[in-house]
């Protein structure tokens, strides 16, 4: 399993496409100007407390109040205020929690009214970015991500990720890290730590403890509502979190941003660096490797799969429905009931791969095809769950139901991805849109296969100009590949009256096939 990482930079935004065996399975986007990304750190001033939904609404700066809970307040919340108290008066300069004096925890059943005050300072963190209508969630319990370890202020808890199995090897980290923890301060170990020396987790924790350092000093002449501690840009957010050995490539259009990068592999990955490449080619990196295409495929109402087979995905304000369609696929299955398993297998990797490529989250419910032996609904299910383990937004996957719907929720943490992938209709109809032109080469290439599946020794295309000039051209062209794959060379006819989008497949005796 190979993993690349293409950035594309340009003036206004730097999109980061992350492609797994040359598959893009995540995609992501960094405006700039985002001031509230998960992680941001604020100090921000409590505007009122609403005892009905036991939580309060908090001024951070953006156009509608944050939402505070008070299950998101931390028992620790007396402590923090204390602490956020007197560093931003200047009565406290030592900002290690070594000597500091406790507060007695908040009872974890209890009231906003009686933990929080309106236009008392507060630090809290981005839990879930602006969404919609809706203001960003916070939290006041802090935490600082780093590479192997999360830092947690005002704790005193040693917790390792649940996906380091080996308990051998998560009595080490805890033994490990229990000896450099300084007090005042929790540690969550992270799963890249596995097998980490006590060393690298030093210094990460060193680098943790100077960002606390670093934002506890701006608390003394900061503004309320202002940021005090910043997430990593994202091209590090993303390297911190994802990177592994794995990777065989990063490959990067901007120089600036290739030094920043290399700078940071060279930090967390030394025997990684020269994997980080500057892309340096008239021809557009996303182009060249690939990923216009497969945003173009990929995020359209309809998305095709193999075998001719496709998911209907639907967007609504309160849920996301996907429909699996089997399509017009040649049945080389023994029966229906192993044509729809392996139509739903095909699926279910697929839904893996859109729920983490458009960041959809909420509720989701699937209409998998029917299938009648329980055995066979099981396997689909413990397939998804298999495809969905390396994604790192929490989710939880419910057993298919009696009408063969599988349910899955999603953490939601940001905006979904959206890309337009429809364009105006280029025969003059206004107002109309229609499939973008790279779809429709690769619906010929699919819609060719399965006619050369069903033994149509000669095939003639008949096509738009334009498009016809597009199979034909270039090297290798696009009808010189189905000739080394298929064995098969596809007379291609222009047709000038012909819509730019109409194409039509004849058999050797001129006749249309269907």
């Known amino acids: 399993m190979d993993k690349e990482l293409i950035v594309r930079s340009s003036p206004q935004h730097v999109d980061f496409a992350l492609l797994k065996d040359g598959k893009l399975i995540e995609l992501h986007k960094d405006e700039g100007g985002n001031n509230f990304s998960v992680g ?22 953006y156009e509608k109040d944050a939402f505070l809970h008070y299950h998101d307040l931390g028992p620790k919340l007396p402590s923090l205020l204390k602490f956020t108290k007197s560093v931003s008066t200047g009565k406290l300069k030592d900002f290690f929690l070594k000597d500091f004096p406790f507060e007695k925890e908040i009872d974890k059943n209890g009231s906003v009214i009686d933990a929080l005050k309106s236009n008392q300072s507060l630090l809290v963190q981005i839990v879930k970015e602006p969404i919609s209508t809706k203001g960003p969630r916070i939290s006041s319990e802090l935490s600082i991500a780093g590479r192997y370890i999360v830092l947690v202020p005002f704790s ?17 980290l805890k033994r490990l890290v229990k000896s450099i923890t300084p007090p005042g301060f929790g540690i969550i170990v992270r799963t890249v730590a596995e097998g980490k020396k006590v060393a690298e987790l030093d210094k990460d924790l060193q680098n943790l403890l100077g960002r606390w350092t670093a934002m506890c000093k701006k608390l003394n002449k900061a503004h309320h509502p202002s940021k005090v501690l910043g997430e990593l840009n994202k091209a590090s957010s993303i390297l911190r979190d994802i990177f592994n050995d794995t990777f065989t490539s990063i490959q990067v259009d901007d120089e600036e941003l ?8 060279q930090l967390i990955a030394p025997n990684k660096e020269s994997i980080v490449k500057l892309y340096q080619s008239n021809v557009p990196i996303f182009e060249k490797f690939g990923v216009e295409r497969q945003i173009k495929t990929s995020f359209g109402k309809t998305v095709s799969m193999a075998k001719g087979a496709y998911l209907v995905v639907e967007h609504t304000e309160a849920l996301h429905v996907v429909d699996v369609n089997s399509g017009n696929r040649s049945n080389k299955a023994n029966s229906q009931e192993d044509t729809a398993l392996e139509v739903n297998m095909i699926a279910a990797q697929e839904i893996a ?14 209409d998998f095809i029917d299938m009648t032996n329980a055995e066979n609904r099981k396997t ?11 994604d790192r937004a929490k989710h939880k996957i419910l057993p298919p139901s009696k ?3 599988i349910q899955i929720t999603r953490q939601r943490v940001r905006p979904e991805m959206n890309i337009k992938t429809r364009e105006d209709n280029p025969n003059g109809v206004q107002g109309e849109e ?52 298929h064995k098969t060379w596809v007379k291609i006819m222009p047709r000038d009256a012909y819509t730019y989008l109409e194409y039509h497949f004849f058999d050797k005796d001129g006749n249309q096939i269907n």
């Open 40 to 61: 941001d750190v604020f100090i921000a001033k409590i505007r009122k407390t609403v005892p009905g939904l036991n939580a309060a609404f908090v001024n951070v700066g």
């Open 156 to 172: 005193d808890r040693i917790s390792i990720s649940q996906k380091i199995e080996d308990k051998a090897e998560k009595d080490r």
């Open 258 to 265: 290739y030094h920043q990068i290399k700078d940071y592999v």
């Open 353 to 366: 791969r859109q729920l983490r490529l458009r960041d959809m989250g909420g509720i989701i419910v699937v």
């Open 380 to 390: 689909l299910y413990n397939y998804l769950r298999d495809e969905m383990k390396d």
């Open 403 to 405: 009408f063969g719907l």
């Open 434 to 485: 229609v499939e973008a032109p790279i779809i429709l080469v690769q619906k010929i290439t699919q819609e060719l296969e399965r006619l050369l599946k069903k033994d149509y020794k000669k095939i003639v295309l008949n096509t738009h100009p334009f498009i016809a000039a597009f199979l034909k051209t270039g090297f290798p062209s696009v009808r010189s590949k189905w000739f080394i794959e």
